[in-house]
């Protein structure tokens, strides 16, 4: 059973315009949610984080919204860039747990079209 | 940049073949991991350590041994590679809840 999920495998947007990339979680022991971005042949990257203490989480252009009760969250990235085009993948880790070994969904492709 | 380095970072290898990857890091972390990325799927942790000679299993070790005799250098072993075996291998490093992975290693198992 897959404790993570990115249901869209993929998303293109329109450079300037918002792009919305999705997570849903089942395991209610998460409380630390990550994104990573990843480009071809490079290793991931960490992008921005947020505590189940929070509701969003804000760092320049990239916002993440999380939703508790719905188990959901989502990462904002307004306005998109054609550099933002890569694949992003959401990650989460257990309450008191290492973040090191977070649990990690399939990615999502971005692409960003000029 | 976490001063991360993974060796080789390509290698073709045959069935039954042993294999060792290397991961090194120059800033003296202690939280060190080994993860494999197949393609449409996440990150899936294999092997990690909190410190020298002190490791542990991840959701999929099968198959795969480590070793950490020093801080820097964390070593992921395939003892006879399998065809299921081929992908792309990630080492990474944890600093407070952030990780830091290294540039990967494709390996292929004919």
């Known amino acids: 059973d897959q404790q993570v999920k990115q249901n869209s495998p993929s998303l293109s947007v329109q450079e300037g315009r918002i792009s919305i990339l999705n997570c849903d979680y089942t395991n209610s022991m998460f409380d630390y949610f990550l994104w990573y971005k990843k480009y071809p042949a490079e290793g991931p990257t960490f992008l921005i984080s947020i505590s189940s203490i929070k509701d969003k989480n804000e760092d320049g252009r990239f916002t993440v919204f999380l939703n508790k009760s719905a188990k959901h969250l989502s990462l904002h990235i307004v306005p998109s860039q054609p550099g933002d085009s890569a694949v992003y993948f959401c990650a989460a880790s257990a309450k008191g747990g290492d973040a090191g070994k977070s649990t990690f969904g399939d990615g999502t492709t971005l692409t960003v079209k000029p | 940049d976490a001063g991360i380095t993974q060796s080789p970072r390509h290698k073709v290898t045959e069935t039954g073949t042993p294999v060792t990857l290397r991961c090194h890091q120059t800033e003296n972390h202690r939280y060190m991991y080994w993860y494999r990325q197949d393609p449409g799927h996440g990150l899936r942790l294999i092997h990690y350590?909190?410190?020298?000679?002190?490791?542990d299993k991840g959701e999929v070790s099968d198959g795969y041994s480590v070793s950490r005799s020093k801080t820097e250098d964390f070593l992921l072993t395939l003892e006879s590679a399998t065809s299921s075996q081929t992908s792309v291998y990630f080492c990474a490093i944890s600093v407070y809840n952030e990780q830091f992975f290294g540039p990967g290693t494709r390996l292929t198992v004919l």
């Open positions: 350590s909190y410190g020298v000679k002190d490791t």
